[in-house]
């Protein structure tokens, strides 16, 4: 079946850099789109950033500016480049694949956590 393998996750300090890879297999992954969500203790999970298969991005109002989303299809792996991280980035943090345009995540990671210490 499909899967999805996100790493990268750990601890870093506040101001730091960190990425994030979601390597998929047994998918069609050039024509996915594919995101990143996260979902910190207590809180409801959210939408981070989203990579089109035509390349095309979107990124939550909390980490523009900040995160990079990108994808390389000949990989099947999609990155989210963390920059400037705070300490309400902490949270889990997964990928997900949409097929086409129907904005609808049918497949998802087991997730990775990312700690940013103050």
């Known amino acids: 079946q499909v899967q999805l393998v996100e790493s990268g996750g750990g601890l870093v300090q506040a101001g730091g850099s960190l990425r994030l890879s979601c390597a998929a297999s047994r998918i069609a992954f050039s024509i996915y789109g594919m995101s990143w969500y996260r979902q910190a203790p207590g809180k409801q999970r959210e939408l981070v950033a989203v990579i089109t298969s035509g390349g095309s991005t979107n990124y939550a109002d909390s980490v523009k500016g900040r995160f990079t989303i990108s994808r390389d299809n000949a990989k099947n792996t999609t990155y989210l480049q963390m920059n400037r991280v705070k300490p309400d980035d902490t949270a889990v943090y997964y990928c997900?694949?949409?097929?086409?345009?129907?904005?609808?995540?049918?497949?998802w990671g087991q997730g990775t956590q990312v700690t940013v210490s103050s």
């Open positions: 997900a694949a949409r097929p086409g345009s129907s904005g609808i995540d049918i497949f």
